[in-house]
């Protein structure tokens, strides 16, 4: 079983749209949890860190269920831009970061 | 955020050589970097974890003799791909975080490696 699993789409939804993805890990060790997005051959940058309580940043929500071992991200009125790739991150134990395979996302005017 | 530097960005080699990718922080110092190797639309993997002053922790599966890591300082590591194959052609990305703990990963630009 891989560490961290995603769904790796693609999602296809037209502009406006409301789209969540899902991601698990294995680890009940794993410290903190993160969500990145990773543009077409660049690197990926840091969308937003995910917090027991939940966290929101403007139309994207991410939120944390330790027990279900899962985490979600939200993406609410979605806009062209955010076409990209969604990268699940967990921290393992020694600062190890891993990584999800992503999940492709692409809105459609 | 802090500036992790890659270079270079792409390099194109020849089978049986080697090439050096550097990773430096610019604006902090990092006693630890990461090394991850991505293929075409599939996730990064980390293939290795840097240490300043000390050897490279390598990931299951991850030939140390062929990927070489120094990290000689606080802000430069080095990764160098010992004669190349084809099938080492991949993106090559490495992050550095500012301190310890569970902070913000910082990326490199990443290199595109193509062996041909």
């Known amino acids: 079983r891989k560490e961290v699993e995603q769904d790796p789409g693609p999602f296809n939804v037209p502009e406006g749209a409301t789209v969540a993805f899902n991601c698990t890990y294995s680890?009940?060790?794993?410290?903190?949890f993160f969500w990145y997005r990773q543009d077409c051959r660049k690197e990926p940058k840091l969308l937003m860190s995910?917090?027991?309580s939940g966290n929101e940043d403007g139309r994207f929500t991410a939120q944390l269920n330790r027990a279900s071992q899962y985490i979600s991200l939200l993406i609410r009125d979605s806009k062209l831009s955010d076409s990209a790739t969604y990268l699940c991150v967990v921290n393992k134990e020694a600062s190890k970061i891993i990584f999800g395979s992503g999940t492709r996302l692409s809105i459609r005017p | 955020g802090a500036v992790v530097s890659q270079h270079p960005s792409w390099v194109i080699c020849k089978s049986g050589t080697s090439v050096k990718i550097e990773c430096r922080s610019l604006?902090?110092?990092?006693?630890?970097m990461f090394w991850y190797r991505q293929f075409p639309k599939q996730s990064l993997m980390l293939m290795a974890t840097s240490n300043e002053g000390s050897k490279a922790t390598y990931e299951q599966g991850v030939e140390k003799d062929k990927f070489l890591i120094n990290h000689a300082s606080l802000t430069l590591s080095t990764l160098t791909v010992t004669s190349a194959h084809p099938e080492d052609s991949s993106f090559y990305i490495c992050?550095?975080?500012?301190?310890?703990?569970?902070?913000?990963?910082?990326f490199g630009q990443g290199t595109r490696l193509t062996v041909v």
């Open positions: 604006d902090f110092q990092a006693t630890t």
């Open positions: 995910v917090y027991s």
């Open positions: 680890n009940s060790a794993s410290q903190s």
């Open positions: 992050s550095a975080r500012v301190g310890a703990g569970n902070t913000e990963a910082f």
